[in-house]
């Protein structure tokens, strides 16, 4: 009895592989193994200064953090009230303009959703997702 | 000492039908209604498989948000999972490899249920990933709700199960 279940559960994991494979081959470009954010969507604090007025800084930590303090000249834009921030967001930006989208730490997920919605839903380019987030910002600012 | 079937008095012989048929209406709309709630399980599972199955950097970003594995692992997990899933479902769905597929689906929803108490006992506030995005917003308590839901179907679909003739 144990031995077909084991059977049965062996077989329907096998199986399953098979098309997990050809997706993964079918996605590779879209994804990277190393880190949830690809390189190219990864910007360190030095580099985001250097942008200087072309950079447009975007705190996706809640309001309360937010009011607490944030970047000189950041917008809040977080997932909470995405609908209502987004538009006065949009209003600011500009074509040509670099978004570095920071949240409150290296380990946060924030950033990174409001980045990939940033690309996916405002269809934009040129958003970067800060290393190290507002912790990296205060340590070079003490 | 050997008694021939027809010496029975002929109302017992019909009493006995009659409790016989009873019986198979009895049995075969339990089987129906078991049926019904493996199509239910099994739906539920190629939906949110499905989902994920479309979009699966989200979904690794999903898994990366427990903090448990990673980010390698969660990616393997994110072309796997939803592939499993809908096989299992389907395993369901149509009898086949059933025992299997139903401590599979077991299995995943207990460890589903117990990465979501593990984040929330750590304070994190996380997207569930169950069912894509749809499940985007869901509270702590509707996404437990809904895991030991299932977990109790599935866990009354392996008892019926065990009991269950083919009819």
Known sequence: MKFL?????????????????????????????????????????????????????????????????????????????????????????????????????????????????????????????????????????? | MNQAPNAHPPTLNVESSA???????????????????DFVIGGIFIYAGALKGLDPVQFASDIDNYKILPWPISVVLAFYLPWLEIFCALGLVFRFLYRGALSILTTLIVVFTLATIAAKVRGLDITCGCFGHASQHWS???HLATNLTILAALFALGFSNRLRKPS
């Open chain 1, 5 to 142: 279940l084991a059977r049965q559960a062996a077989v329907l994991a096998a199986v399953a592989l098979l098309p997990a494979a050809g997706e993964a081959i079918y996605f590779r470009n879209n994804i990277s193994w190393r880190s949830a954010i690809a390189p190219s969507e990864m910007v360190t604090l030095e580099q985001a200064r250097a942008w200087g007025d072309a950079a447009i800084w975007v705190d996706a930590r809640p309001d309360d953090e937010f009011a607490r303090d944030h970047v000189p000249g950041a917008l809040s834009l977080n997932e909470d009230r995405w609908n209502e921030l987004l538009p006065q967001f949009l209003a600011v930006w500009s074509p040509g303009k670099k978004m570095v989208v920071y949240c409150s730490s290296l380990s946060c997920n924030a950033s990174r959703e409001v980045a990939r919605r940033l690309r996916k839903e405002a269809q934009l380019s040129d958003v970067f997702v800060l290393e190290g987030g507002w912790e990296a910002w205060l340590k070079k600012n003490k």
């Open chain 2, 19 to 37: 409790d016989a048929t009873t019986s198979n209406v009895k049995h075969r709309t339990s089987n129906i209604l078991w049926r019904i709630l």
């Open chain 2, 140 to 142: 702590f308590a509707s």
